[in-house]
Each structure stands twice: as structure tokens, then as C-alpha cells.
């Protein structure tokens, strides 16, 4: 059984930082890619940051220059460091991670998402 647990999120004014984690554990083989998705009420979730097993990234648009996603492989936990932050940031945001079982399966996991609101 895997999980994944995400924390960091809150309540931060325009402009504030926000660091969100997310640690998988249980019968984990290996780690691929590890990911960050948003979902705003009433919109579709979106891609925030994706990290490789290898350290590439990607970034949507809306958050390229202010957000920077990391991972420590040895903790097999990844790192969303957002900055600059905006009301149109506000959702809520997931951790996925492309995961290899010990029983040699490969599943898309999921976090339960953490509630980021940017708010005066």
C-alpha cells in the first residue's frame, strides 16, 4: 500500500510564500515522475510543476518564474516552493507521483490536497 501526504498549504496574503511537501511511503520500489495539480471551485484541475526522476521540470505558464518544484529522492518527497503569490492562485493543490510497487506494479498515486487560499 502506498500514500502520499501533502502539507504547507494555509491562508497567505498577495505577494507571501507558501512551501508545500509531499511524502510517499509504504511498499515503494522506485519513484518516476512526482507532480503538483490545482484545482480552483469550478474550474478543471491543471498541471502546476512536474519533476523527473532525473530533476527535469516543466511549469505551466501561470507560475513559471514565481513557483519551484524539488524532490529529495531519499525521502522520496517533493517540494512546491511558491512565491509571488496571487488571489488567482487559490485552490486546491495535489500531489501525484508516478509509483513502482515492490510487488513490480506501476500505479498513479494521488495526496488529498491541500487547501491554498490567497487572500487580503
Known amino acids: 500500500q502506498v500514500q502520499l501526504v501533502e502539507s504547507g498549504g494555509g491562508l497567505v496574503q498577495p505577494g507571501g510564500s507558501l512551501r508545500l511537501s509531499c511524502a510517499a511511503s509504504?511498499?515503494?520500489?522506485?519513484?518516476?515522475?512526482m507532480a503538483w495539480y490545482r484545482q480552483a471551485p469550478g474550474k478543471q484541475r491543471e498541471l502546476v510543476a512536474l519533476?523527473?526522476?532525473?530533476?527535469?521540470?516543466n511549469y505551466a505558464d501561470s507560475v513559471k518564474g514565481r513557483f519551484t518544484i524539488s524532490r529529495a529522492n531519499t525521502k522520496n518527497t517533493v517540494f512546491l516552493q511558491m512565491n509571488s503569490l496571487r488571489p488567482e492562485d487559490t485552490a486546491v493543490y495535489s500531489c501525484n507521483a508516478e509509483i513502482m510497487t515492490l510487488a513490480r506494479r506501476q500505479w498513479d498515486y494521488w495526496g488529498q490536497g491541500t487547501q491554498v487560499t490567497v487572500s487580503s
Open positions: 509504504g511498499s515503494i520500489f522506485s519513484i518516476g515522475h
Open positions: 519533476i523527473t526522476s532525473g530533476g527535469s521540470t
